[in-house]
């Protein structure tokens, strides 16, 4: 032995644009690991539905913990514990828009408390710049993967970034996390775009 333990819990960050499939593959790790016997619990924060579960574009939802600023992640697994119920996982959804201390408390759970943390979560904002929990997740994850469902721009590249679209045009100032959805119809709404229309507005014939 070389005093590393058998095994050994790590922190994974899941990124990818909107769309790409982000809380279906979180949903579907879940699955995966309580059929292997393991116990988890979901986190998300500001989900598209607005309510504490983690819903999908198609279709899927599970109930899920709302990660609130109070909300200490260690507190969540000490408290579980507690009343007896086993965690051996954490699936944190919506982690960009988490706090950092929050990320912070991941790290901890990993560390000391040998539990693994699986984050999934869009990289950068509408402004293309990381959000800062995303870039925390970047600089302490074990392990960082790129989400390989392909979002296509209108033009058919790969989609890269997420625009955020304000009465029919590109927007590249404002608060950093505003709900709309990814119908046309949102007053706000965001569309997936390839680096070459995201950088030069262009939305397609479409809009
Ligand atoms: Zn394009």
Redesign the pocket.
Known sequence: MNGRPLHAAALKFFWGPMDCGKSTMALQMNYNHARQGRRGLVTTRIDRSLGPQVTTRIGLAHSAVEVTDELDLRDLVRDAWAEGVRVDYLICDEASFYDLAHIEQMADLVDNFDVDVYAFGLATDFRSCLFPAAQRLFELADEVARIQVEVL???G?EGRLNARVVEGRVVREGEQVVIGDTVDTADVRYQV??R??YRSGDLGPRA
Do not use: A, K, S, V
Request: a positive charge; charged letters at 25%.
């Open positions: 721009c209108w033009c590249r775009l390839c070459r229309h």
